[in-house]
């Protein structure tokens, strides 16, 4: 496993909309295994394809301690409540704002060897599920606040 270069604010490629996985092999094995690496040496809770540079629809979440979540090709069929809750992100290193987002979540989506599962999810976990699924669809958790938008502005991003 290996640590990969985290994208950050700025770059065009977190913009940029991810492809779907078709090919459930030893190379996607390669990218979870170092996407998780990569997240763990970071101090992150999750993380997208698109944060180290692959346009593909996969995510790495730490559900418990040394419990993860690996997601494939996700699609949320369900979501619940709101919460209001603060947010940060290993491509916004040293920011964090509050963001709205949904208090439960249900996602159906492909494990690492290409079987179908659905997932849900309350409070922290849906929010961490929420936010890397952005990230797939090149959103970020700084396009949801004025404070958000006033920080990509400061530092010449829009």
């Not at 604010?9 to 170092?34: A, I, M």
């Not at 998780?36 to 995510?59: C, D, F, H, S, W």
Request: net charge neutral.
């Amino acid at each position: 496993m290996s640590t990969r270069k985290i994208v950050v604010l700025g770059s065009e490629t977190l913009r940029k909309k991810s492809k779907p996985v078709v090919s459930f092999d030893e190379n996607l094995w390669k990218l979870l295994d170092d996407m998780r690496t990569t997240m763990k040496e970071n101090n992150g809770m999750g993380i997208a394809g698109v944060q180290v540079g692959i346009l593909r629809r996969v995510i790495v979440i730490e559900i418990e301690k040394d419990k993860f979540l690996e997601i494939i090709n996700p699609q949320i069929i369900k979501t619940k409540g709101k919460v209001k809750d603060n947010e940060g992100c290993l491509s916004v290193p040293g920011f964090y704002c509050e963001v709205t987002r949904p208090k439960y979540v249900k996602i159906t989506a492909f494990d690492r060897t290409g079987k179908p599962f659905e997932f849900e999810a309350e409070d922290y976990v849906a929010r961490c599920i929420c936010h890397e699924i952005d990230h797939l669809d090149g959103v970020l958790f700084v396009d949801y606040t004025d404070e958000g938008k006033a920080y990509k502005k400061s530092h010449g991003v829009e």
